[in-house]
């Protein structure tokens, strides 16, 4: 695929297909990064590794459901997400869905900015015997992350594929090697925070917040994926990839007491091979997240060109680090909770059920009413239930994702469309 030739607003050609294992890598990639093994040290230490386990099956199981979905519409209908949020919002609804996604992908990018900053402060202090301040850090990484977007996304991702596997090799022999540890005595089965810091369901919801996006933005990748056979596949690297980040991070995290990955890696005395292999991971990964981020934000103000675009969106991302956004995680994740789980059910729904599985784009509506009153009306609900104003299944991402879909279906079904247009 060349560089002009993104498929931005059409379907993807036949010459541009590749395999779902190809995507399952990318997939299980995302994984490999701090934000996901921080939540999976912080969450395992937060209620014990009983119930960590629950919560990352839980909403593995979710996440796998949604993704299955939502890969099949990328696939079967060859269009980017932005084109398919587009059938039932609108052409000028999808604007207002793609600026909350777009946020989001920047709220992802400050902490990952922010925490890669952190790591490099602590190997830095470890290695060298020297502090940077945590602000030069973020702005002189922004900066490379920045170019890297803007002229090396395409050799980054390269180095990917190279730099994943060996990561995963690592983190499984860190693993070995903090069981082998006769230091650490602790029972990992048995063992309970002396305070609870989270609930299962607080962990669960966490995580569902944390890889929400992915079903969401499915379709971006399933699009280039041969057939529905291949595209299952490429739901594996979710299925699989995202569990065993999550467990390998328990089991280290519970082995030495210690949430931050540097720390943990210190303890192991894997300081510098660790940073080495998370810095490339996580600058990857970062890079994409911009890439996302500037591509969404692109669909509401398309006069600008991608460098301007680019530059605008990493500045107010790394405003967003150096104020420390990274303290707001859990809040901001389950603020995801609430607003894309939604998106995902009326798309699904329209697709399959209103669509009968054949996009037309010659009938794009400027505004999509029932799936704009479909999603506000349940972002609205779920958000109070989020507040425990009143509850309804007592998960809130849950009810954002039935609520959406059973007023979409109503909307669709009940002759509403001729009292908007009298």
Known sequence: MTENNQYTTTKVAAKDFTSGWMIAFILAGIGFSLPILYLGSEIALGVGLKDALIAYGISTLILSILCIGTTLIGNRSRLSTYMILRFPFGEQGAKIINS?????????????????AQAIQETAIEVIGITFPIWSIVLITSIFITVTTIYGIRSIEKLANIAVPILSVFLFYATY???????FTINLWDYQPTERTMSLFDATSVLVGSSILVPVLMADFSRFIYNDKQSLIAVLGIVIGT??????????ALKTGEVDI???????????PAFILLFVS??????TNLYSAVLTFSTIQTSWHFRTMCLVTSILGTILALFQFSEHLFAFLDVLGVFAPSISSIYLLDFFWLKRQQYDLAKIPSWGINGLISWG???????????????ITHAHFIDSFLLAGILYFLLELLPFEKIYKA
């Open 262 to 272: 540097i720390q943990i890696m210190k303890s192991l005395d894997l300081v510098l």
């Open 243 to 252: 569990p065993v980040v999550l467990v390998i991070s328990a089991i280290t």
């Open 177 to 183: 090697k903090a069981l082998g540890q006769t230091t």
């Open 100 to 116: 909350i996604i777009g946020l989001s992908l920047l709220g992802w990018f400050s902490v990952a900015l922010e925490l890669l």
């Open 377 to 391: 009306l349940s972002s609205i609900i779920a958000l109070l239930t989020y507040f425990e104003v009143f509850q």
């Open 282 to 287: 996580t600058w990857v990964t970062n890079a």
